[in-house]
């Protein structure tokens, strides 16, 4: 991943392009609305259609720039080498699943952004000025996921929650009556997505814990898991559309789930939420890693 230090610098799958760079971007085009996946029907005895439930599909993101190395064509060659390794790297291109990155950093932004996809093509316009050190490119990133994702990626380590009420006291109660954190707006369980779309969060713990059960306050969307973790045992879930599994120790534990547990509907909402799990855990060591990028619309 490349490091993006200023506006206008675009990291197309590793290679840094703009501002301070050899690669000048001219152009981007390709930023609008995903293509749809239509699920219109056709009214067979009168006129039009009903609408149906509308997918987003793929989105083709062209990059029209140029190598510019003056009076050096070794380096321009070299350059558009880089932009042709980055297309046709092989551990990407021979693995079902695998995702490259484009990161943005727009002008008016905190920082970059990010949406995930393939390298699809890296074209020399022209060769007849290479001699001199330049040579204008088209780059075409396919995105895959129509989510812009924030950076950097945020994270929460949790310990377990109190009970499996979501908290409470335990009689006799005496006052002065205390929640043991003195501003609540910092306890542990607050995650915030500072995006417009839900975010799809990456979650981990570390045993021992027995039938830990995890839950979004706001959504009430809960993940209940019926296992028992030991000290060296790590569980992994993963949320995201494309990705979701459930491994312990790397192997499937996706029957450990159950019933009422949906990864496809586990999702941080916009704005602040609060996240809490139990589970049985009597040396207080266990602890649950949450991790997700502020999702948005749009760059």
Not at 131 to 145: K, M, N, R
Not at 210 to 217: E, L
């Amino acid at each position: 991943m490349a490091a993006i230090t200023q506006e206008w610098q675009v990291d197309f799958a590793g290679v840094l392009l703009g501002p301070g760079t050899r690669y000048p971007v001219g152009d981007i085009t390709g930023f609008g609305t995903p293509q749809v996946r239509s699920q219109d029907v056709e009214l067979t005895t009168e006129d039009g259609a009903f609408p149906g439930v509308d997918y987003y599909g793929t989105q083709t993101v062209t990059i029209e720039a140029g190598i510019r190395t003056p009076g050096d064509p070794g380096a321009a060659a070299d350059a558009l080498a880089e932009l042709k390794q980055a297309a046709s790297d092989p551990e990407t291109r021979k693995t079902a699943g695998a995702l490259q990155t484009l990161r943005v950093f727009w002008p008016g932004r905190d920082g970059p952004k990010r949406v995930l996809g393939r390298v699809r093509g890296v074209e020399a316009v022209s060769m007849a000025r290479a001699v001199f050190g330049w040579i204008p490119v088209s780059l075409v990133f396919e995105v895959t996921d129509p989510v812009w994702h924030g950076e950097p990626e945020q994270q929460v380590i949790l310990p377990l929650a109190l009970d499996d009420d979501q908290g409470g006291f335990t009689a006799p109660v005496t006052a002065p009556i205390t929640t043991g954190v003195a501003n609540p707006v910092e306890r542990p369980g607050w995650i915030a997505n500072a995006g417009d779309l839900p975010a799809w969060p990456s979650l981990k713990i570390k045993g021992p814990v027995v039938n830990p059960r995890i839950w979004i306050t706001e959504t009430g969307r809960v993940l209940e898991l019926s296992l028992t973790l030991g000290e060296s045992d790590i569980l992994q879930i993963d949320t995201r559309p494309g990705t979701r599994w459930v491994l312990r120790n790397g192997g499937n534990a996706a029957n450990a789930l159950s019933s009422v547990s949906r990864l496809d509907l586990f999702q941080i909402p916009p704005g602040r939420s609060e996240l809490r799990w139990t589970g049985a855990d009597y040396t207080n060591s266990t602890r649950l890693t949450v991790s997700w990028r502020d999702a948005h619309t749009a760059l």
